[in-house]
């Protein structure tokens, strides 16, 4: 018997995603925001914490180990790059089916997590962007330059690449488990360009993305990337696309893309 078309609609609807939330926090002498960060977080937003210390200086594991969260630590600093590889490979292993990657410095907005979440679960995405540049950067205190910056690099990242992003370095984003486990992100570099690497291998792989405005707050305590490691930061970037176009176009194959 054939359906009518409304019930047949109603049967292809893609049903509600259910599972675990896990927050990771890629931490680096967050001693004295993680605490402020974590209380900020709505309990009903996740399941659970995982915390990376990535050889943090001052007091970052004495606090985490005081807040009920599970905290891991590397011997040596990794970076920023290689604390997220740790970040992913721990959530995973814990059986997150939604991660949610959240700065414990209180830049970003850490109330938002539920709304980063939201449309994983309902399927309408596998990988959610929290976009400063939806929002008002500039009046969070953003420094003039940065802001130059992104938008320039976005601007030639979304040419180069076929995307419409308002923002590809936003480091405040969710996804979902197959998203993770779809992509050689232990092949990613272990600095800042991670984060832009991941973005255009679940691109590559074509994963479904949505962006959604965050507030931001930048101050003393906030972790930032300085000029000069805003100028490597932005080669890496350049680095990538072009990895990306002759991956692409078949001239040489990268493992970050396989």
Same mark, same amino acid.
């Given at each position: 018997?054939?359906?009518?078309?409304?019930?047949?609609?109603?049967?292809?609807?893609?049903?509600?995603?259910?599972?675990?939330?896990?927050?990771?926090?890629?931490?680096?002498?967050?001693?004295?925001?993680?605490?402020?960060?974590?209380?900020?977080?709505?309990?009903?937003?996740?399941?659970?914490?995982?915390?990376?210390?990535?050889?943090?200086?001052?007091?970052?594991?004495?606090?985490?180990?005081?807040?009920?969260?599970?905290?891991?630590?590397?011997?040596?600093?990794? $970076?920023?790059?290689?604390?997220?590889?740790?970040?992913?490979?721990?959530?995973?292993?814990?059986?997150?089916?939604?991660?949610?990657?959240?700065?414990?410095?209180?830049?970003?907005?850490?109330?938002?997590? $539920?709304?980063?979440?939201?449309?994983?679960?309902?399927?309408?995405?596998?990988?959610?962007?929290?976009?400063?540049?939806? $929002?008002?950067?500039?009046?969070?205190?953003?420094?003039?330059?940065?802001?130059?910056?992104?938008?320039?690099?976005?601007?030639?990242?979304?040419?180069?690449? $076929?995307?419409?992003?308002?923002?590809?370095?936003?480091?405040?984003?969710?996804?979902?488990?197959?998203?993770?486990?779809?992509?050689?992100?232990?092949?990613?570099?272990?600095?800042?360009?991670?984060?832009?690497?991941?973005?255009?291998?679940?691109?590559?792989?074509?994963?479904?993305?949505?962006?959604?405005?965050?507030?931001?707050?930048?101050?003393?305590?906030?972790?930032?990337?300085?000029?000069?490691?805003?100028?490597?930061?932005?080669?890496?970037?350049?680095?990538?696309?072009?990895?990306?176009?002759?991956?692409?176009?078949?001239?040489?194959?990268?493992?970050?893309?396989?």
């Amino acid at each position: 018997m054939t359906l009518p078309h409304s019930e047949t609609v109603s049967q292809l609807e893609t049903p509600r995603r259910t599972g675990k939330t896990i927050v990771v926090m890629p931490a680096y002498n967050a001693a004295r925001t993680l605490e402020k960060t974590y209380y900020q977080i709505p309990p009903s937003s996740y399941d659970e914490i995982i915390l990376v210390d990535d050889a943090s200086s001052d007091g970052t594991w004495a606090v985490a180990n005081s807040l009920p969260i599970h905290a891991i630590r590397h011997r040596k600093n990794r $970076g920023y790059g290689g604390n997220q590889k740790t970040c992913y490979t721990r959530a995973l292993e814990h059986g997150a089916e939604f991660v949610v990657m959240l700065h414990p410095d209180y830049q970003y907005d850490p109330t938002i997590v $539920g709304d980063l979440v939201a449309p994983l679960r309902r399927g309408e995405a596998d990988v959610v962007l929290a976009s400063r540049m939806l $929002g008002d950067p500039l009046a969070g205190g953003m420094p003039g330059w940065k802001y130059v910056a992104n938008k320039f690099l976005t601007g030639i990242e979304n040419l180069a690449i $076929g995307t419409r992003f308002s923002e590809f370095h936003t480091g405040y984003r969710a996804f979902t488990r197959k998203a993770l486990e779809s992509v050689n992100f232990e092949a990613n570099s272990e600095n800042f360009v991670f984060d832009n690497e991941i973005i255009v291998q679940l691109v590559f792989k074509g994963f479904r993305f949505k962006e959604i405005p965050v507030t931001t707050r930048y101050s003393y305590d906030c972790s930032s990337v300085r000029f000069g490691q805003g100028c490597v930061y932005g080669l890496g970037i350049l680095k990538t696309v072009l990895k990306y176009f002759v991956h692409r176009t078949g001239i040489y194959q990268f493992k970050q893309f396989l």
